[in-house]
Each structure stands twice: as structure tokens, then as C-alpha cells.
């Protein structure tokens, strides 16, 4: 979600937020509010990366956004990955937003995207990074994105979507 006019292979606007808010992009965009960046990319950062596109990846590497791959992901554990994303967006307010792209998910467990892409976060790895933030306390605000109902089956990945905003409300088993 970093791409920019410039470096987008689709042109899709639903793939620029991030880079918009870090001032990258189209200035009727970047500027809203008078003012740009809006967030400084050394506190934020992004767990599940799979599929980044080339343009994505230099502009991720000159701003220096902290991105968890999958394959660290797997090497690390999901648990240490979130203390540390928790820790990144803490360092610089009182709290921190939280977006979860439901595309970050395999879509074994969630078909319901526009943009599926095999490999991503199982049903458990989503629910443990929910429940972390939830016990961090930090977090502000909170966003479900990218759940397309005209592509789900059975409703899986929309009630999948409430469960996964529950546990980071606060929602356990026990």
C-alpha cells in the first residue's frame, strides 16, 4: 500500500494510502489539511508483506518503513514481530492507528479480497497480532480494510473480520 502514481502497475488508488500519508504521490492528496507527511515513516510499521511491487520496495527502502515479511514471519514468530511493530509505532505519540488489510490473510482463510495472494498470514497468526495489540493497550484507532462481500464465499472473510476486530478489542478465550 505504498505504491504511488508513478510506480503503481495498476493505477489503483486503494494501493497508495500509506505512501500518501508519508507525503509520496499526487499533491491534491499528499497536501489535505496543509500539511505533509502526515506520519513520519521511522514510526510505522507493516507485518505480513508478500507481494510488494518494485516501486514499492525502493520508495520502502528510501523512507526507511519498517516491514515484516512473511518469511520473517515464519523465522521469527508472529509474537516477536508485533512487540516490535508495537514498539516502532510507539515510539513517537501517546498511541498508535492500527489498519489490518484482510488481504494479508492466505486466501484459504479469507477469500473475500480483491487482491489475494497466496501465502499470507494464517486464521491463528491474524488473531495472536490482534490480541497483542489489544493487550499493548496503545492502540487508537482501528480500521478492517479491503473485505470485498461480492468476492467472499459464505460470508467467511466478513465474520472472519468481526472476530479479527473483537480480539483486538480485547476478545479471549479464557
Not at 494510502?17 to 505533509?36: I, Q, Y
Not at 514481530?81 to 514498539?87: K, M, R, T, Y
Not at 494479508?104 to 497468526?125: I, W
Not at 473480520?161 to 478465550?173: D, R
Request: aromatic share 4%; net charge negative; hydrophobic share 40%.
Amino acid at each position: 500500500d505504498m505504491n504511488t502514481p508513478e510506480t503503481s502497475p495498476s493505477g489503483n488508488i486503494h494501493g497508495m494510502p500509506l505512501a500518501v500519508l508519508f507525503g509520496e504521490g499526487v499533491p491534491r492528496l499528499t497536501d489535505m489539511e496543509d500539511f505533509s507527511p502526515k506520519i513520519d515513516p521511522r514510526f510505522c510499521a507493516h507485518i505480513g508483506a508478500r507481494d510488494v511491487d518494485a516501486g514499492e520496495r525502493d520508495l520502502i527502502r528510501r523512507l526507511g518503513v519498517r516491514f515484516f515479511t512473511m518469511r520473517e514471519i515464519d523465522e521469527r514468530g508472529m509474537s516477536v514481530c508485533v512487540d516490535e511493530a508495537i514498539s516502532i509505532a510507539s515510539q513517537a505519540s501517546a498511541g498508535y492507528h492500527v489498519t489490518f488489510d484482510i488481504d494479508a490473510l492466505d486466501p484459504g482463510d479469507a477469500p473475500g479480497s480483491g487482491t489475494v495472494v497466496r501465502g499470507g498470514m494464517t486464521y491463528r497468526e491474524a488473531h495472536l497480532a490482534m490480541e497483542k495489540i489489544a493487550e499493548a493497550g496503545g492502540a487508537l484507532s482501528l480500521e478492517m480494510v479491503e473485505i470485498n462481500t461480492a468476492l467472499d464465499i459464505n460470508n467467511r472473510t466478513a465474520e472472519l473480520g468481526v472476530e479479527l476486530l473483537l480480539s483486538a478489542l480485547g476478545k479471549t478465550i479464557l
